[in-house]
C-alpha cells in the first residue's frame, strides 16, 4: 500500500484534504492520489489534478445519482483497493462521517473522524480530537494497516493544495473505474430547495457573533443592525439557536460552524471553548462585553467593556458615517 487517497463532494474540502495529503505524504513514504464520484465530478477531478494529485479516480456510474453513502463507500472501497490506499481522507462533515464508517467496515480499517490535526509522529499517523466538550484535545495514533481519517473542515487551507514540491499533473492523470456499482438502497424521488434562510459562515470574511447578552428575541435586530453596518453575516452561540432566536446554521462553534474570517466581532458572547473553537482563527477578533473577566477577551485584539445596549447602537452610528 504506497498511496493515500482523498476525496470529498464539496471541491474546498477535497482541496483542503488535498493540501494535508501533500504534507503527510513524504513523511509517510506515500503517493497523493484522490478520487471523484457522481455524473458532475469530472470538473472537480480536473481540479484535483491540476492541483497535484495523481492519478485521480473518476467514477461517473448512475448508481451514485444522489451519493448515497452505502453506494459511494462501494465505490471508494473499489477505489481504495485499486489506489493501494493506506490512508483515505474525507471529510468529517454530516455526510463524510457516515461515509467514513461504512469505508473503514469495507477496507478494515482504523478509523477517526472529527479530526482537528493530523501529524506524523514516530511513523504513525496521530489525529487530535475535541473531548470532553472542546475543553481538551484527544491524540489517537493510528495503528491499523488501513486507515481512514475524516477531517473537520477549515482544519487545513484550501490553498495549500499543488504547495512547493507537488509536481502538477495533467488531465491525464484522471483515471476512469467502473467497479459495477449495487444499485442504491435509497431513491431520489424529488429535490426540494431548503426551507428558510441559509448562510455560509465558514465562508464567510466578516462576521458580528451575538450571545446571551442579548437579553430577548427582538433584540436580534440590534445584531442584524450591526452586521449590515459591517458588511458582515450575522452568527450566534448555541444558547441563541436553543431559545429558537436564530437558525442553527448560525451557530459557531463545536456543534456549528468553524469559521476564519477577517474579523470576528463578539457581542455578548463569554467565550465558552464550545464556541471559541469554531472563531478562535479569526484574523482579528473583537469583543463587547459588560463583564471585564468574560473569556472571550482573552483572545480579543480589541474589546469594549460595556453595556452592549449602549454600545452597539454607537457603532452602528459611527460605521454609517465611514
Ligand atoms: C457538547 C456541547 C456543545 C456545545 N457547542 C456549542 C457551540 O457549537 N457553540 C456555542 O456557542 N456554544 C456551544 N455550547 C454551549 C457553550 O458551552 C456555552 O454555553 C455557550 O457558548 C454560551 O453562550 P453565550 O456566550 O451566549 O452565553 P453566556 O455564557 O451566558 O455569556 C453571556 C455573556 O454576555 C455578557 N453580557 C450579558 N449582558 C450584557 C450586556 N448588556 N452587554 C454586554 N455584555 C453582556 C455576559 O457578561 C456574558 O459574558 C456547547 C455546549 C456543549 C455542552
Not at 3 to 24: F, M, P, R
Not at 173 to 182: M, N, R
Not at 205 to 220: E, F, M, P, Q, S
Not at 294 to 316: C, E, K, M, T
Request: net charge negative.
Amino acid at each position: 500500500m504506497t498511496a493515500i487517497l482523498v476525496y470529498s463532494e464539496q471541491l474546498d474540502t477535497a482541496l483542503e484534504l488535498l493540501g494535508a495529503a501533500q504534507t503527510l505524504a513524504p513523511q509517510l513514504d506515500l503517493t497523493v492520489s484522490a478520487a471523484g464520484l457522481g455524473a458532475e465530478a469530472a470538473p472537480q477531478a480536473a481540479a484535483l489534478a491540476a492541483r497535484g494529485a495523481a492519478p485521480v479516480y473518476l467514477c461517473t456510474e448512475p448508481a451514485l445519482e444522489g451519493l448515497d453513502t452505502g453506494v459511494a463507500a462501494q465505490a471508494l472501497a473499489h477505489i481504495a483497493e485499486q489506489a493501494g490506499a493506506r490512508l483515505v481522507l474525507l471529510g468529517s462533515t454530516r455526510r463524510g462521517r457516515a461515509l467514513a464508517g461504512r469505508l473503514a467496515q469495507r477496507l478494515g480499517a482504523g478509523c477517526v473522524t472529527d479530526a482537528s490535526s493530523l501529524a506524523v509522529e514516530d511513523g504513525l499517523l496521530v489525529a487530535g480530537r475535541y473531548n470532553l466538550g472542546g475543553a481538551t484535545v484527544q491524540r489517537e495514533a493510528l495503528t491499523s494497516a488501513v486507515q481512514v481519517v475524516a477531517v473537520m473542515p477549515k482544519v487545513f487551507a484550501a490553498d495549500e493544495a499543488g504547495g512547493v514540491g507537488t509536481v502538477v499533473a495533467g488531465a491525464d492523470a484522471i483515471v476512469d473505474v467502473s467497479p459495477g456499482l449495487a444499485a442504491p438502497a435509497v431513491r431520489v424521488v424529488d429535490r426540494q430547495p431548503r426551507e428558510g434562510e441559509t448562510v455560509d459562515l465558514a465562508a464567510a470574511a466578516r462576521i458580528v457573533g451575538v450571545g446571551r447578552g442579548l437579553a430577548k428575541r427582538d433584540d436580534v435586530t440590534l445584531g442584524e443592525g450591526l452586521a449590515a453596518a459591517l458588511g458582515a453575516e450575522l452568527a450566534c452561540t448555541k444558547s441563541l439557536a436553543d431559545f429558537g432566536w436564530m437558525s442553527d446554521d448560525r451557530i459557531v462553534g463545536l456543534s456549528g460552524a468553524k469559521t476564519s474570517p477577517e474579523v470576528y466581532l463578539a457581542v455578548g458572547i463569554s467565550g465558552q471553548v464550545q464556541h471559541t473553537v469554531g472563531m478562535a482563527q479569526a484574523r482579528v477578533v473583537a469583543v463587547v462585553n459588560q463583564d471585564k473577566d468574560a473569556p472571550i477577551f482573552a483572545l480579543a485584539d480589541y474589546g469594549v467593556i460595556g453595556d452592549l445596549y449602549q454600545i452597539v447602537p454607537a457603532l452602528i452610528e459611527r460605521l454609517k458615517t465611514l
